[in-house]
């Protein structure tokens, strides 16, 4: 018989398998769990040299998995010049921030930022290279939209880029102009490649740092699995790895590839280890709801002719969809509008129905303006989905009043819904683009209260077993790791958050 080398006790276990929902106490050896129930039934399990950790009546709960967020992206954030809401509140801030950064860079070094929100300043619009410009002149300046889809840079940067007068928009993407016809210095999706592109991500150390930095926050807020869902360099795979190896990440790390980056490469989900490992290959059906290219049917409620972008053409999604699913892969793709959902449900249905496949577990991303039809739709396919409900209260005042109008805005996220027509899904934060908070982000999905205080469609909102399951079961499963993660049952590795309340009562 295998001896504990743990015994967590005096707790209150929300297991999560139905057939042993409460426990009292859990023992684990070699980090996974050797048994789990009633202290009395653990005592055999237990040794002189068993360590024994007493609970003091705490809540535990599976271990959160985070199943969409941009890690070393926020890592990197967190140490760069802070220039969102609500470090700052206008265009003159940002300004401000900057030139300060310029002051002490040597002159010639680019300056990233990210985090900018438009609609949050009180200038209410986006950054033009003439705002960057009063920061520097000296240094090319690149500052990317809390949304990720779009970005700012200033005339020395659109110069470095080789940004002319008559450049043409790329294929899913725009760069903004001045009445002249003259890039404004705002670039929208694959524009923003263009031109952030040809800078590093950041330098190997400021990488490795970013990377201890959300290590620590992700065990700080009780997250012991995180997903990469992009990424996009070779530099981000050897910090990733780097890091498990030296212990200086310390949380379960899932990667998915992007689609433009994974060339040839022999992977495919699955590989990898229970620390390091890869997931779903990414694509990008469309943009932001904020930044008006979110892909809709019907144009936005402040601006009726706009149906936001295309970012791979609808045509081209199907071919590469079905390929990346005769390959093997889960496949996981970007669609906030409903068009761009209709766009990734027609890809994964024609892959299925060129290559027919069980328990494939394709995956929607965001999926915010589902439509019921959509719904039903996602259901006969077997297609998952990670909802980004932090938008309800970041963004659904904004949402139902000025984007996407009352009926519409209140139906973003409609996370009741998904639970009636049986669609597994999670929840996620996308940082950082918001912050990573699973407690939090669980109470947005049941109580759907905006940034203003309003109630927001209370007919969509989650029931707290389903919106916990959303960062634990669920999320478990929709990351196909069910079989190591999600419930506390023996076998599985003894992933735990540790609560000082319970989020089924409080």
Known sequence: MTIADRLFTNGSFHTLDPDN???????????????????????A??????????????????????????????????????????DCRTVADVISVLREVASSTPVGKPIQSWGYDDSLMVDDRHLTRHDLNAASTEHPIFVRHISGHLSYANDRMLELAGITNDVEDPVGGLFQREASGRPSGCME???????????????????????????DHCLGVGVTSMTDAAVMATEMYATYQEGIDDRSIRVRTRLFPGWRFVGDLPLRTGLGGDMLSIGALKFVSDGSIQGYTACLCKGYHDRPDANGTEVIPAAELIQLVTEAHRKGWQVAVHANGDQAIDNTLDAFEAALEAHPRDDHRHRIEHCQTVREDQLERMARLGVMASVFANHIWYWGDRHRDRFLGPER?????????????????????????????????????????????DLLGPEQRARVADAVAGYTSAAAILNMEEHDKGTLEVGKLADLVVLDADPFTV
């Not at 996974?32 to 009633?38: K, L």
């Not at 999706?189 to 290590?215: K, Q, Y």
Request: glycine share 10%; aromatic share 6%.
């Open 21 to 43: 929902p409460i426990a009292e106490a859990l023992a684990s050896w070699r980090g996974r769990i050797i048994g789990v129930g009633a202290r009395v039934d653990l005592e």
């Open 45 to 86: 399990l237990t040794g002189p040299d068993t360590e024994v950790v007493d609970l003091g009546g705490a809540t535990v709960l599976p271990g959160f998995i985070e199943t969409h967020m941009h890690p070393i992206a926020a890592g990197v954030q967190m140490l760069a010049p802070q220039i969102g809401y609500p």
């Open 189 to 215: 999706e694959t524009a923003n490649f263009t031109v952030g592109g040809i800078l590093p991500f950041a330098e190997p150390d400021v990488l490795a740092a970013g990377a201890r930095a959300i290590s």
């Open 409 to 453: 805005g209140s139906r973003i996220d409609p996370l009741a819904s998904f639970t009636e027509h049986g669609i597994v899904h999670a929840l996620h934060c996308d940082m950082p683009v918001t912050p990573l908070d699973p407690l939090f982000t669980i109470w947005t999905a049941v109580n759907r209260i905006t940034r203003d205080g």
